[in-house]
C-alpha cells in the first residue's frame, strides 16, 4: 500500500529557512508526478509546487524564486527547500503523487489521488 509520509515543519521566523521531505513508501518507480500544497486555515488547498517524470519543475509564483523541489529517487524522497519565508507562507503542507508517467504542469490538487498527512509551517514576523 502506498503511503506519503511528511516531516521538517515547524517553526520560523520570517526570513529564515525550512526543509520539507516527504518519503514514498511502497512504490519505487520513477514513472510519477509529485508535487508540494499547502492549506492555510479558511482557504482552499493551493498547490505551491510540482515536479514531473521527467524533472520538470512548474513552481506557484508566490514561491518562485525562494523554494525549490528536489528528490532523491534512489532515497524515494522529495524535499522542498524553503527560504526567505514570509508571515504568508504559515500553512499546513502535504505532499501528494500521481503514481504514473505524466509530463507537463501539475498544480492542481484535484489530479492528485495519493496524499500525505501533512506537516505544519509557520512563519511569524
Known amino acids: 500500500q502506498t503511503q506519503l509520509v511528511e516531516s521538517g515543519g515547524g517553526s520560523v521566523q520570517a526570513g529564515g529557512s525550512l526543509r520539507l521531505s516527504c518519503v514514498v513508501y511502497?512504490?519505487?518507480?520513477?514513472?510519477?508526478?509529485m508535487g508540494w500544497f499547502r492549506q492555510a486555515p479558511g482557504k482552499e488547498r493551493e498547490g505551491v509546487v510540482g515536479?514531473?517524470?521527467?524533472?520538470?519543475?512548474t513552481y506557484a509564483d508566490s514561491v518562485n524564486g525562494r523554494f525549490t523541489i528536489s528528490q532523491d529517487n534512489f532515497k524515494n524522497t522529495l524535499y522542498l527547500q524553503m527560504n526567505s519565508l514570509k508571515s504568508e507562507d504559515s500553512a499546513m503542507y502535504y505532499c501528494?503523487?500521481?503514481?504514473?508517467?505524466?509530463?507537463?504542469?501539475?498544480?492542481?490538487?484535484?489530479?492528485?489521488?495519493?496524499w500525505g498527512q501533512g506537516t505544519q509551517v509557520t512563519v511569524s514576523s
Open positions: 501528494a503523487a500521481i503514481l504514473d508517467y505524466c509530463s507537463g504542469d501539475y498544480l492542481q490538487p484535484g489530479l492528485f489521488p495519493y
Open positions: 511502497g512504490y519505487a518507480s520513477s514513472r510519477k508526478c
Open positions: 515536479i514531473d517524470s521527467a524533472g520538470r519543475t
